[in-house]
């Protein structure tokens, strides 16, 4: 008869497994919408689809950094290996999507106003934001794994999470030439077809995020369970140390 | 057609010019207008991007887990070894 740890550990393989295979899916699907069925824009052409994952990149990154922030607030508060992870693995995800923000963006930005990139307030704060989660990830990947480096970077992943209103209400703000079709005085878009597109891009990108952030956070609670049984074995007197 | 591709037209058909002055004596830049980009060539880089950076991190994942294999090979060899000394005294 098997334990209740692995009979927890074989739902959360099933329940992992199901959610791959969603996501997949739905990618599937959303590939086969945007570029089959939702209609070309009338002024950019065929280069505005870039806008159907170029959004809920955005979008997933604001998740990926919600999960490091409420990680990092958790570790702050109750400090555990768990919330730890999540917040690592929020940090991480936040990096990818925001990866993914600035170079869809400029692709588009090619096309669309002449030039790769402009210093444009919304722009600049999404270059910021993604920096500090390199940052982040610099400092976790090369000041060791200790209670202080992990409190530093918790800290860290909340100066992070700061930035977001920034980049959000940047352009409504400040101005600058990145459009506001969705949000503050935006047209929205004219076309149902658009519209599913723009909410297939967001349901897959999110199912996306939470697969990455859920691996990403299980890999890294697997390993802090391995060091701390290499410390067990040292301070039973083993040494874990490869034979050269 | 840019001026460019004017130039090139005209010089690439000699029967058709006669006269010295119909021929193209310089050759002058585009000014103040964007440079053209295809949109298609935009989309699929676009979307190749996306899925370059996504399996990169899953590539690196995967590296980090091959990692923690290695560190959990060398911690059973210890134990093992550790069980080994301990068994012919018991």
């Known amino acids: 008869m098997s334990s209740p740890r692995s009979r927890s550990r074989k739902l959360q393989s099933r329940a992992f497994y199901a959610l791959a295979a969603v996501t997949a899916a739905t990618f599937v699907f959303e590939i086969f919408f945007i570029f089959l069925k ?117 800290a860290l992943g909340v100066l992070g999470a700061a930035n977001l209103p920034i980049i959000h209400f940047s352009v409504q703000k400040w101005g600058g030439q990145h459009p506001m079709v969705i949000t ?24 996306l995020a939470v697969l990455l952030v859920w691996s990403r956070a299980r890999l890294e609670m697997v390993r802090s369970r391995l060091r701390r049984a290499e410390e067990d074995a040292i301070d039973l007197g083993l040494d874990t140390r490869a034979e050269a | 057609m840019s001026p460019a591709d ?46 370059v950076i996504v399996l990169a991190w899953v590539a690196l994942a995967w590296r980090k887990q091959a990692g923690l294999s290695t560190r959990l090979d060398d911690l059973e060899r210890v134990l093992d070894d550790a069980a080994r000394k301990q068994k012919p005294g018991q």
């Open chain 2, 6 to 51: 004017t130039a090139a037209a005209t010089t690439a058909a000699p029967s058709a010019s006669t006269s010295p002055d119909d021929r193209a004596t310089t050759f002058q830049a585009v000014k103040g207008e964007p440079e053209h980009y295809s949109g298609e060539t935009l989309l699929v880089s676009a979307y190749a991007v996306l899925w």
């Open chain 1, 38 to 154: 939702a209609p070309v824009e009338v002024r950019m052409g065929i280069v505005q689809k870039i806008f159907y994952f170029h959004v809920p990149s955005a979008y997933a990154m604001y998740l990926g950094a919600t999960a490091c922030l409420v990680g990092s607030i958790t570790y702050l508060t109750r400090p555990s290996d768990w919330s730890d992870a999540v917040a690592l693995a929020g940090a991480e995800a936040a990096c990818v999507f925001g990866f993914i923000v600035l170079t869809t963006g400029p692709l588009w930005g090619a096309k669309a106003w002449g030039t790769f990139w402009t210093w444009d307030p919304r722009l600049t704060t999404e270059l910021l934001s993604v920096l500090i989660y390199v940052s982040y990830l610099v400092l976790r990947a090369f000041a060791g794994d200790g209670d202080g480096e992990r409190r530093f970077a918790a």
């Open chain 1, 184 to 207: 503050g005085r935006g047209g929205g878009l004219q076309h149902p077809d658009m519209k599913l597109a723009l909410s297939l891009g967001f349901l897959a990108f999110t199912l």
